[in-house]
Structure formats: structure tokens, C-alpha cells
């Protein structure tokens, strides 16, 4: 169950582009920040379902004054939310595409993985895929694992959600509250409501994201795939997304893995402890990449 969705801080100073596609790919927006010339490998942030670049801004800043202002750090939107482009087409291999073409846009050779929930089980298949262009990954509270159906109540009061008849946000808010009794995920879910001269509209691809759930319960077949480069797994420790029996799995396709559970924390640790997630993120990468991360490691 998702517990505690983030709020949105203030919007950091950044450029912020849509950027061309490469072949069989889809152009992403994204935020740009820290200076270009930075010769640490950026940090790439990717978030969750639902979610947005807007969900990492708080860390952004905290990052950049544990690293430094310096550090490039390029935080997306990903297919089907926020800027970005809708797509029929909503799984991993095409979301882990459409960020390696984001990186040859940019012109980075290799970049550190950041990502939370869905966005890390992005980030996993992009380092499998792509391993040569991976200096770190953190993978936040998920395991390549299949999931139990979590989100059928929740697409269901979306959908049922007439937007045709909404006169504010507000009212959105009171429709959806007997489905969705949590307030801090309802306030989560209607970031995303926006008012056009058409009328209310979702900045997320409802019809894609429910169609495609099946599917991203589950993770792809990594086919002989293994990642051998660096990598954290971040679980909150009031989460039960990540557990022990899981470690075997993880570390089948990633053999270097360690995990650290950040405490007070569940599902949405980067909102329910930002300083201690931060902090863990800048110790892993802002070390050498050859060095242990400190913290309490959970398995070998």
C-alpha cells in the first residue's frame, strides 16, 4: 500500500527542455540542473508511477548542498506523465528506451540511477540493458520481483471520476475521498488535474497506465542479464516492498548489491526521511565508485 505520497517543495532554478527523439524512442521532458561542464558523472532521478520530475526537487537541493551546486543532476518526466509525451506503449524496455536516448541527447556517456517505485525498476532494466553506461544505480523500495495487484480500487476511482462534470479541484477531491480515504495520496494523485481551455484533464495517460498494470507488476525476463557495477537498494524500513526473501532474486541480476533500510521511512522514502535518503544517495555518489557506501548493509 502506498502511504505518505509526496508534497511538492518550491521549483528549483533549472532549464527545462523536450528534447528530440532518437529512433524508437519518445522525447522526454526533463529539468536540467547543476553545470554542464561538472565532471562527476550526472545523476539521473527517476520517479514513480504517478509521479513526476516535480517529486524530486526537494532532493535536488538537498543533494546539490551535499555534493555540491556543481553536480549535474537531470531529472525526467517519464512516458504517459507530467510534460512527457502519451503513449499507447507503457513498459519497461520502452520507458528504459526513452531514457538511454535521453542520455545520447544530452551527450552523456555514463550516468548514476536514481529511481523510486516504478522508476526503479526502470532504472534496473536500463542497467541491464546498457550496463556500460551505468556508474552507480540506487534502486528506492522495489525489487525485480512480481507484485501483488495494488492499484485496482485506486484506477477504478479515477476512472469513474467524471471529469466532464468537475467544477474544481476541490470537488475532485470530495468524489474520489470514499475510494481513496488516504488525503495525502488524493493530494498526490491530483497534482496531476490540470484545468485547460477545454476543460479538466489528467497530465497522466489514465487509459495507458491502467491497460499496462498487469504488466509492470511483473519484471522482463533479463534473459542472462546481469549488472556488475555498483548498487544500493533504499528501502524504507516501514515499508513492505522490499523484504529479505527477495535479497536471492536481487542479487541473481545484481551481484554487487547491498541494502540499507532508511528508518521511519515506508514506501516513500525520499518524502518521509529526505535528509537521511539524501545523505545515503550523496555518500554512494559522492565517494569513488570503487568504495563501500556507510550505513547498515541488510545481507551480503
Known sequence: MLTHPPTLPPTLPSASFLVSPTASSLPLHHRVHGDPGDAAPPILLIHGLFGSAMNWHGIVGRLHRLLGASRRIIVPDL???????????????????DLAGLLDTLEIEHASLVGHSLGGKVAMWLALEHPERIAALVVVDIAPVTYP???RRLFAALRGLNLRTLASR????????????????????LQ???????????????????????????????????????TVFINGADSDYVRPDQLPAIQALFPRAQMIAIPGAGHWVHADQ???????????????????????PRGK
Open 79 to 97: 512516458r504517459n506523465h507530467g510534460q512527457s509525451p502519451h503513449d499507447p506503449v507503457f513498459g519497461y524496455e520502452a520507458m528504459a528506451m
Open 149 to 151: 495487484s495494488r492499484f
Open 192 to 230: 496531476n488535474l490540470r484545468h485547460t481551455q477545454d476543460g479538466w484533464t489528467w497530465r497522466f495517460n489514465l487509459t495507458a497506465l491502467a491497460d499496462a498494470m498487469e504488466g509492470l507488476r511483473t519484471f522482463p525476463d533479463p534473459q542472462g542479464r546481469r549488472f556488475h557495477g555498483r
Open 274 to 296: 529526505p535528509e537521511a535518503f539524501a545523505e545515503a544517495i550523496a555518500r554512494l555518489l559522492g565517494d569513488s565508485l570503487t568504495g563501500p557506501i556507510s550505513g547498515p
Open 170 to 189: 476541490r470537488e475532485a477531491d470530495m468524489r474520489l475521498a470514499a475510494d481513496i480515504p488516504d488525503p495525502a495520496m488524493r493530494g498526490f494523485l
